[in-house]
């Protein structure tokens, strides 16, 4: 199994910055994938950032290039998203997530971390 922990959110003026970390435990050496992704009532949760577990080819939904970074210490077992510029339209719930190249690909979960941004 893949335990994921989100930790970092909070509330956070427009402009502001957050980063938010995952601490991956458990099968680690069967991910291939790790993403951020957030949710907001009423909507169906999205892809923000994704990172591979090897080669750190890295990809971003528009909404958040060029102010997200994702990144990963494999040393550490520990992916971060940083967030600078936000705003309020990126108040959401984000969750961490693990990809296991199975068919069909398994995907894990962290509980989640509630980022708000105040305006």
């Known amino acids: 199994q893949v335990e994921l922990v989100e930790s970092g959110g909070g509330l956070v003026q427009a402009g502001g910055s957050l980063r938010l970390s995952c601490a991956v435990s458990?099968?680690?050496?069967?991910?291939?994938?790790l993403g951020w992704y957030r949710q907001t009532p009423g909507k169906q949760r999205e892809f923000i950032a994704g990172?591979?577990?090897?080669?750190?080819?890295?990809s971003y939904a528009d909404s958040v290039k060029g102010r997200f970074i994702i990144s990963r210490d494999n040393t550490k077992n520990t992916m971060y998203l940083q967030m600078n510029s936000l705003e309020s339209e990126d108040t959401a719930v984000y969750y961490c997530?693990?990809?296991?190249?199975?068919?069909?690909?398994?995907?894990?979960w962290g509980r989640g971390t509630q980022v708000t941004v105040s305006p």
């Open positions: 458990g099968s680690i050496a069967s991910i291939s994938f």
């Open positions: 997530a693990a990809r296991e190249p199975i068919t069909p690909p398994q995907y894990y």
């Open positions: 990172i591979r577990t090897t080669g750190g080819s890295t």
